[in-house]
């Protein structure tokens, strides 16, 4: 043998480099066997009788059974809002306010982890990303509405803002415990008093919030939460103890929510759905443009309103971009969402991933292409494999239509107007994302898109500083940064 | 085809075949990537087979003022046989010295397969005329040395001399004869990441056979997101021309756990086939005692002291 | 009976807590404490630069976490801190200080910055930065919660300190310089001097590597501390009393940035 050939002998190329499983362990998280609702401070038995189970989408595993609330229900937690905010919650001084958030916002810091794993088996999502990204942010957006709270007079000079009541909140199943945190922060500080009902499929973390709340000592009647489905949501919008609504879900109940509180009066706030468009330029930065794209429609399995599910390249780099692209999914991993090497967890529910299919296959029907890379999806659970479709036309369902699944569809664009065409040619109007390295072209592009977040050279950024929300159908108000406080305040 | 059109400065015509446009590098994004890549969680029979690689792809080195042949010939008999209470535990790839010390090198490993690196052009500064580095080159290659670890001359690139940099290395690629030629840019001293793409991709295209993040001998050396972006040169050039470059960070890495963490970006840059030392090395000293630490604490199940590791 | 163990009181410069270079001390409040020197200014201010960028480049985010985090390790000695200053409400107040001057790291932007509507195709902004080493004479009272309202906004901000403390009651300050060392604030962005205010403050208000100077506490010399300090233009700050997001303006530079728009 030569030495090269002694060398490779003992050296072979290997044929694969696997990962060993790497669970997070599940023993940091105690379930009950039943969950009440959290009103007034105590938990409370739903006069509606309902319970139901919480399942975990990667297994199909039932987690816990959960109190589905009636009419009755709901109104006993708004009164017993109504109460707080009356009688105690106005009058403590907005400084000790604050510290009520503070400790809110250590503690969830303190128990990061059993939050970041419950996360995960009850909605699905990675615990790379409910560790790194879901955790971290719901205490950041308590710490830093805590500094508002005492501060209102600096937010609004001149305006003598006033706290407006009652809130009822409503959430989605996609960043359970973060939107709580998006929408409690900012109402506390703001000196209201919430109830919050957290989505159907994922009320564990709201649940487990509720112990949060009691080592904080919040006074009772401060916080409380109702579980339980759409009727449940009806009923919180439409009670006359409610002062401000606010909802994240999808445009079709947002509508409906709006036409409930007509001519009541009621403030709303309305996040929905999102079609953003991701403009990659030929002078982008090509291999992290694509991460971008990864992280833009991969992220959380797509469950995201503001994912970037549609691509628009520039027709000059479209082959490269899109050869990059392919070969980057296929090193995305699918899997147990608590393995810290998954990638991409489990759809949420299996509705949700009825509807994916549904609108995959109409996809294909429509005559775009498909990619998707080869992945062995687990047996039991909810699964959709990353998927890309090329060759879309912008009249397709693909492109119209909101998937809310990890679901990439592929248009080209020649120069920027057309591309600015395209990007606004949807009822939606959320989020956008450009990439080029050319800086007067993102600002350009961030003046003429109609989005209420333009990523530039980035995606998928949050930060309890920087306000989120939509143009057009996508919703109104904003969430985050010093106006995110306005939808809760009241002003002379 | 016709005579091209006489063009301003700096505007060229691709030529067939081509290399990939050069391109910008995102600095948030690429970090945010290589950081991202880092906290893979590779544990167990992963992580034994990661750490047996690691020794596998070692160029153990020594490159002071004061090498003596004595410490060279410790220095070899670790890279033969790394843990001698653990036969096996692989010899590293290659050793890597100083041109005078070469010949003693050369002599302890022979027929052990361990391979013998030199540097050479001036190392680690290559401000020397050129005719000296290439002397300096092939007198090393005659000598026998396996391999040639050369530096570029960073000065001319900063000064926007590219096409003297590219020359440099494709004339001490023809003083290299047989020898691979590895090719250090000195990253931390090229300012950004536009930039050690760029000098990649002149390196690539003047004949290096490997590139080679540093010299070891400034900070930073090597780092996760430089390595990444000199990964994807090498991946673009793979996909565009089909010719395989190696790569090598060089510097900086001193624990096991970096040393997977590379080899976790190199499986999800360029894949299995880059996982071999012909194709990815790591240039190190202390790094190969914490692998054989990580090894055995593999193997017992017992954290390790380095009392039971020689220090060569 | 068992005899207390009496404590030394020393100057916190750079993160550890040396006694004066000169050797000397000076009788406060019943104590030995560190007499600063020119020289021990000298070394804070060194201290102080050196640990600037590394404070000034920290989010936001997490420089109000550190003032937090001073607020908790604080609350967790108020037993001692009362017994100190022997009021209750002052320590109170300090502690209080310190949250409400945490919440402000990530708002001063929004509140103080802008982006500016300029007459043609240019996306214009206006962002607040730190204005680097800022010398601050604490008042002599209260001892305790005017320190803490003097040194709090300057280091929100993205700021370095050297703090001379009140010269009759230093005992708090040096106290509370245990605090900051055990709070996870770097070593360096907050140093202490104690001594002579007549032996410290020319020599604060000429030093040319300090940027703005607090001079509350200078009350004797004022007019030639700010004739002193017009060698360097350094910024002369007169924050009145109270806490306000303008106390922290006073110690930041506006750097305003354009760029075209077009594609």
């Known amino acids: 043998m030569t030495e090269i050939e002694k060398r490779q002998d003992r050296s072979p190329v290997p044929s694969a480099f696997d990962y060993a499983p790497a669970p997070e362990s599940r023993e940091i998280v105690t379930l009950e066997d039943r969950y009440d609702l959290f009103i007034g401070g105590e938990w409370v038995e739903p006069k509606s009788g309902e319970y139901a189970p919480t399942i975990s989408p990667s297994s199909e595993e039932p987690l816990a059974e959960v109190a589905y609330a009636g009419a009755e229900d709901v109104g006993t937690a708004v009164e017993a809002a109504g109460e707080a905010f009356e009688d105690g919650w106005s009058d403590i001084t907005p400084a000790e306010r604050a510290k009520y958030l503070y400790r809110i916002a250590r503690i969830l810091q303190e128990r990061s982890r059993e939050f970041a794993v419950l996360e995960s088996l009850d909605g699905g999502k990675p615990i790379r990303e409910s560790r790194d990204v879901d955790l971290p942010l719901s205490a950041a957006h308590f710490f830093y509405y805590a500094g508002w709270a005492d501060k209102l007079e600096y937010a609004f000079p001149n305006r003598k803002p006033k706290a407006l009541g009652v809130a009822g909140q409503i959430i989605p199943w996609n960043f359970p415990l973060l939107m709580l945190s998006w929408k409690i922060a900012p109402a506390l500080a703001s000196g209201n008093t919430v109830v919050l009902k957290p989505a159907e499929s994922t009320p564990l973390t709201a649940l487990l919030f509720c112990d949060v709340v009691r080592q904080a000592e919040l006074p009772p009647g401060v916080v409380n939460i109702v579980t339980g489905d759409g009727r449940a949501g009806a009923e919180l919008v439409k009670h006359p103890g409610v002062d401000k609504v606010a909802f994240t879900g999808s445009t079709d109940v947002g509508k409906e929510i709006q036409r409930a509180v007509a001519g ?229 | 085809m016709a005579q091209a059109p006489a063009l301003p400065g700096g505007f060229e015509l691709p030529l067939e075949p081509r290399l990939p446009r050069i391109g910008s590098v995102d600095q948030v994004a690429v970090e945010e990537r290589a950081e991202s890549l880092s906290r893979r969680s590779i544990k167990r029979e992963s992580k034994l087979f990661a750490l047996d690689l690691a020794v596998r792809m070692m160029d153990l080195t020594t490159l002071e003022g004061a090498d003596t042949p004595g410490k060279v010939a410790a220095l070899s008999s670790k890279a033969m046989r790394p843990d001698p209470s653990d036969l096996t535990v692989p010899p590293v790839a290659a050793v890597c010295v100083y041109p005078n010390l070469v010949p003693v090198a050369l002599e302890r490993v022979k027929g052990s397969g361990v391979l013998v690196a030199s540097v050479a052009t001036a190392f680690p500064s290559g401000q020397s005329p050129l005719e000296i580095k290439i002397e300096e080159a092939a007198r090393v290659a005659e000598m026998g040395a396996d391999e040639i670890d050369m530096v570029i001359d960073r000065g001319a690139f900063l000064a926007g001399n590219y096409a003297r940099v590219y020359d440099e290395v494709r004339r001490i690629k023809e003083a290299c004869g047989d020898a691979h030629l590895k090719v250090i840019l000195e990253t931390g001293e090229l300012g950004t990441y536009d930039n050690v793409r760029r000098a990649s991709l002149l390196a690539i295209a003047g004949g290096a056979d490997f590139i080679k993040t540093s010299t070891g001998k400034i900070q930073p050396a090597a780092t996760l997101p430089v390595t990444l972006v000199m990964l994807e040169a090498i991946r673009d050039v793979y996909e565009e021309t089909g010719r395989r470059i190696g790569m090598k960070p060089a510097g900086g890495i001193r624990h096991a756990k970096q040393a997977v963490q590379y080899l976790v970006l190199l499986h999800e840059t360029l894949g299995v086939e880059w996982m071999t030392p012909d194709l990815f090395r790591f240039g190190a000293s202390s790094l190969l005692n914490d692998c054989l630490l990580q090894i055995r604490k593999e193997k017992t199940g017992r954290y390790q002291s380095p009392d039971y590791f020689t220090l060569d | ?240 009393d109270g806490q306000s997001p303008w106390h922290v303006a006073a110690f930041l530079e506006l750097k305003t940035v354009w760029h075209p728009i077009g594609v």
């Open chain 1, 264 to 492: 009541t009066g009621k403030k709303l706030t309305l996040e929905l759905g999102g079609k953003a468009a991701n403009i990659i330029f030929d002078d982008a930065p090509l291999d992290q443009a694509v991460e971008g794209i990864i992280n833009g429609i991969y992220f959380n399995q797509g469950h995201v309103c503001c994912a970037g599910s549609r691509l628009l390249v520039q027709e000059s780099i479209y082959e490269q971009v899109i050869a990059k692209l392919k070969r980057r999914m296929g090193t995305l991993r699918v899997g147990d969402p608590l393995d810290k090497n998954t990638d991409i967890g489990a759809i949420n529910s299996k509705e949700q991933l009825e509807k994916i299919k549904e609108l995959v296959a109409a996809g294909e029907e429509e005559g775009a292409e498909i990619f998707q890379p080869p992945c062995r999806l687990p047996e039991k659970g909810w699964w959709f494999a990353p998927t890309v479709f090329t060759n879309v036309a912008q009249s397709y369902r693909v492109a119209q239509e909101e998937i809310f699944g990890p679901v990439l569809s592929v248009l080209t664009f020649r120069t920027p107007d057309e591309a600015v065409e395209k990007a606004n040619n949807t009822p939606y109007g959320l989020s956008a994302g450009v990439w080029t390295e050319k800086g007067s072209r993102i600002l350009s592009m961030a003046q003429r898109l109609r989005a209420g977040v333009i990523w530039a050279n980035t995606y998928n950024r949050f930060d309890p500083a920087s306000p989120f929300g939509g143009y057009k159908e996508s919703g109104f108000g904003r969430e985050g940064g010093r106006h995110g406080l306005e939808p809760y305040m009241r002003f002379e």
């Open chain 3, 1 to 240: 009976m068992r005899l207390p163990v009496k404590k030394t009181y020393k100057l916190y410069v750079g993160g550890a807590f040396p006694r004066s270079e000169s050797g000397r001390s000076y009788d406060a409040e019943g104590a030995n404490v560190a007499r600063a020197s020119r020289k021990d200014l000298r070394d804070a201010v060194r201290a102080a630069r050196e640990a600037f960028p590394k404070w000034a480049s920290m989010t936001a985010y997490n420089r109000g976490q550190v003032l937090y985090r001073v607020a908790e390790i604080m609350e967790g000695r108020r037993a001692q801190f009362v017994e100190l200053t022997g009021d209750e409400a002052e320590v109170d107040a300090a502690i209080d200080s310190w949250v409400w001057y945490a919440g402000w790291a990530d708002k001063l932007a929004q509140v103080l910055g802008s982006s500016n509507p300029v007459a043609g195709p240019y996306f214009n902004f206006t962002v607040p930065e730190p204005t680097g080493v800022v010398g601050v004479v604490a008042p002599e009272e209260p001892a305790l919660a005017g320190f803490v309202a003097r040194l709090a906004p300057v280091i929100v901000g993205g700021n370095v300190a050297v703090i001379v403390a009140s010269q009759k009651r230093p005992l708090a300050a040096v106290t509370l310089a245990e605090v900051l060392a055990t709070s996870d604030v770097p070593g360096g962005v907050v140093n202490v001097l104690t001594g002579r205010k007549d032996e410290l403050c020319a020599v604060l208000a000429s030093h040319m590597d300090v940027n703005a100077v607090d001079l509350s506490g200078a009350d004797d010399e004022r007019e030639e501390l700010e004739r002193l300090a017009a060698d360097n233009v350094k910024r002369v700050v007169s924050n009145g």
